[in-house]
């Protein structure tokens, strides 16, 4: 059964950083494009980051880039979104999420599999 689990979500200060994690175990994905969705209180889920298989090629909304980064170690099966910065505005559940297809790109269209989120909370 493939699982992906996130952590590192919690309560911080504006200005501050959080480092999520998200684990994929029952199937590797060191062949696929991974990334990072959210979704605030109301509001749509919104794609935030992905990177392609090596790692080589990472894409961001707009909302994020240059303060989010994504990253990916293959060999722990894992994906990682360093956010510093961070705004009120950020305040979401915050989504693993993993492609069967895709390999460099991750349209919400082709995501196969979902972790259940963290939450984080940016108080202003």
């Known amino acids: 059964q493939v699982q992906l689990v996130e952590s590192g979500g919690g309560l911080v200060q504006a200005g501050g950083s959080l480092r999520l994690s998200c684990a994929a175990s029952?199937?590797?994905?060191?062949?696929?494009?991974m990334g990072w969705f959210r979704q605030a209180p109301g509001k749509e889920r919104e794609f935030v980051a992905s990177i392609s298989r090596s790692g080589g090629t990472t894409n961001y909304a707009h909302s994020v880039r240059g303060r989010f980064t994504i990253s990916r170690d293959n060999a722990k099966n894992t994906v990682y979104l360093q956010m510093n910065s961070l705004k009120a505005e950020d305040t979401a559940t915050y989504y693993c999420?993993?492609?069967?297809?895709?390999?460099?790109?991750?349209?919400?269209?082709?995501?196969?599999?979902w972790g259940k989120g963290t939450l984080v909370t940016v108080s202003s």
């Open positions: 999420a993993a492609s069967t297809m895709y390999q460099t790109t991750l349209p919400t269209g082709g995501v196969d599999y």
């Open positions: 029952g199937r590797s994905f060191s062949s696929n494009a």
